[in-house]
């Protein structure tokens, strides 16, 4: 029989560890990830929900993240979505928001930028993460991440682009920002709509075709409605993608937690999410080998009109991002020579 003094003693051992692991729960804490893209899309399983696994052990399980199953609003409200409180952690496109406030993001959207997700990512970050101070432009948030997806095709039904003519009335769906800016000069109608819309919409014919990189023709079911998917070395045009987290509860967090979340974010994000999306472009485009969509190189013609599109958009954006003391020239020669594209 145990003696009063060592029940004592192990009725206070007992309450001290209730009293610690109450304590240990009470301080943990679970942040939200609205997503927006297919639960099963690879930037979901293979960089969001891994992201999410390194952050949970980085801090020793302080901080985890709950990947919510359905968005908390639409793909251009997303980053709104974070700078207001609505959720503590979002993803997506700079392009979806259609004011000026990521003007120097649009380095990670021009054309002949990197022949690889993997490779561009870490100069974007590199760039406008570092060079840029891409966080000054993204008020009301902490910004954890920034990449690109693989080099951006042109996709569609109706004709095989041969001259810089061929894209004279093509109803095409892009992104918004540059690439929209670029087909317009070209003679395209663009149109804009969530990439879970254009399924539909080319099914539908209400759209010729797409800017797509090729993984996305097989994510989004497109090969049965689209015919031509013409490349260019470097990309005809490419996406910038932040992931951001809600300032106020940013500054929550413990500074050790805030350390040990960073480890795992940044130029790590970047390279984990390049590297998915590699893995899912070259999927991708052993798929399409095996329907009937033509893929070609564009041909010299069409290369050239578009760099010369290409040259006065990106001297119209330096311009503009000296006003605010930074050298857009530069920045772009320098992330150029991160990914070894010859511009």
Do not use: C
Not at 81 to 96: E, K, Q, V
Not at 138 to 158: D, E, I, S
Not at 170 to 190: C, H, M, N, S
């Amino acid at each position: 029989m145990l003696s009063k003094t060592r029940l004592s003693g192990l009725a206070s051992l007992v309450a001290f560890t209730a009293a610690s692991l109450t304590a240990g729960a009470a301080s943990a804490t679970e942040l939200v990830l609205s997503s927006w893209l297919p639960p099963k899309h690879a930037i979901v399983t293979n960089v969001m929900e891994p992201w999410a696994e390194q952050v949970a052990e980085a801090t020793d399980g302080r901080v985890t993240v709950r990947i919510l199953p359905k968005p908390l609003g639409p793909p251009p409200a997303h980053y709104d979505l974070a700078a207001d409180g609505i959720a503590d952690i979002t993803y997506g496109l700079h392009s979806f928001t259609k004011d000026d406030r990521f003007l120097r993001s649009r380095i990670g959207q021009f054309s002949f930028i990197g022949d690889t997700a993997t490779e561009a990512s870490k100069a974007y970050w590199e760039v406008y993460g570092g060079t840029l101070d891409a966080q000054a432009e993204h008020q009301g948030t902490k910004l954890l991440g920034l990449f690109v997806h693989g080099p951006g095709l042109f996709n569609n039904n109706l004709r095989k682009i041969e001259t810089p003519e061929d894209f004279a009335g093509l109803k095409i769906r892009t992104p918004g920002g540059y690439i929209a800016d670029l087909a317009q000069e070209l003679g395209v109608t663009t149109q804009f709509m969530g990439p879970g819309e254009v399924y539909e919409k080319l099914s539908r014919g209400v759209i010729d075709g797409v800017t797509f990189p090729v993984e996305a023709l097989k994510a989004f079911n497109l090969t049965d409605h689209l015919k031509y998917s013409m490349e260019i070395p470097g990309g005809i045009y490419n996406t910038s993608w932040f992931l951001v987290m809600n300032e106020g509860v940013w500054d929550g967090l413990s500074d050790a937690d805030k350390a040990a979340i960073e480890k795992v974010s940044g130029a790590a994000f970047a390279e984990m999410a390049g590297k998915a999306w590699d893995a899912s472009d070259e999927a991708g485009a052993a798929f399409i080998a095996e329907t009937d969509i033509e893929v070609y190189q564009a041909p010299a013609a069409v290369t050239e009109a578009i760099k010369a599109i290409a040259a006065k958009k990106e001297a119209e954006w330096a311009e503009a991002v000296a006003q605010s003391g930074f050298d857009g020239a530069a920045a772009l020669a320098e992330m150029r020579a991160k990914t070894g594209v010859a511009y």
